[in-house]
């Protein structure tokens, strides 16, 4: 695995997503619209868009975040974090987990979500794997956070 | 690149290096994480070749065919969290929290060996007993 590297001078943000539901549908709101369009740039580059870049935003923006959303709300009492980055050459879906020993059911949760992604084909042109890691420190969860693109889901520590 | 044949064997191989580092689990859980996703592998390629007369060439191919194509699921399924259990036997760099704090050993075994990659097994197992279906690409 290409493991992001830690650079000398600071580390970018992560761009903070909220959401909410409003007629029925999940919306996701950055705090940083300019960041954010550059976010789907490098997610379709990920994900090899070529040509499809307006499509890709279109799954990207009203599939993947909003799915990603509705999971991360139904688990966060087992979640201290989660973002959305980059790993390996395509889009990763990182969580920090509330505990450090394994958790089978939670682990089984998670694989339900990347096949379900992986099998909706309104997301054809999403290319995601998944973790979880354990309750980490900052400096170790951020080492698997990709600088050039990270937005994280809020809502889950307190903020 | 290897056929099914070779796939095979080299799951084999990967199998007995388990049985070794058994006898010493508690020294080596995160050895025995990782080569138990490098059989699910190689059981996976075997298991593509067989399907489709092709491995799975990388990473990211092998990982999109199988999860992508429904008949499939039940491997992909094991063969994420083995990977992902792998990758953090391999990468996980916490001052406090070490792999053995995810996976003490009798975890390795009893979710890593007998669940994950004993679901993975038997159903590719499934699968290679079986004449191959007609191509079916991947749909992504």
Known sequence: MTRAMSSSTRRPEPIHLDFRTKGGQVIVAPNDEDRFSLTIQEAAMA????????????????????????????????????????????????????N?????????????????????????LIHLSVLALPKVSRTCYESFLDTRMTLEYGGLHGD | MGTEAEHLKRAQKNGRAIEYLLLKLGDHPEWVATI??????????ALLYHEFQAHGGNHDNRDRQIKTNHRYSHIAKFYGQL????????????????????????????EILDHMLSQLE???????????????????
């Open chain 2, 36 to 45: 138990a996703f490098y059989k699910a592998l190689h059981l996976v390629d």
């Open chain 1, 47 to 98: 994900c090899k868009a070529g040509q499809k870049q307006v499509l890709f935003g279109r799954q990207f923006e009203r599939g993947l975040l909003p799915k990603l959303a509705v999971w991360t709300d139904q688990n966060q009492e087992k979640l201290e974090r989660a973002y959305l980055t980059l790993g390996d050459g395509r889009l990763l879906f990182l969580v920090v987990r509330k």
């Open chain 2, 122 to 140: 038997h159903s590719v197992s499934t699968f290679l007993s079986q004449s191959p279906k007609p191509s079916t690409a991947a749909r992504k």
């Open chain 1, 100 to 124: 450090v020993p394994f958790d089978s059911e939670f682990e089984d949760r998670l694989s339900d979500l990347d096949l379900q992604i992986a099998q909706d084909e309104e997301l054809g």
């Open chain 2, 83 to 110: 990977l992902r259990a792998s990758l953090l036997a391999r990468y996980l760099d916490d001052p406090r929290v070490a792999f053995e704090d995810v996976f003490p050993p009798e975890k390795v075994k009893s």
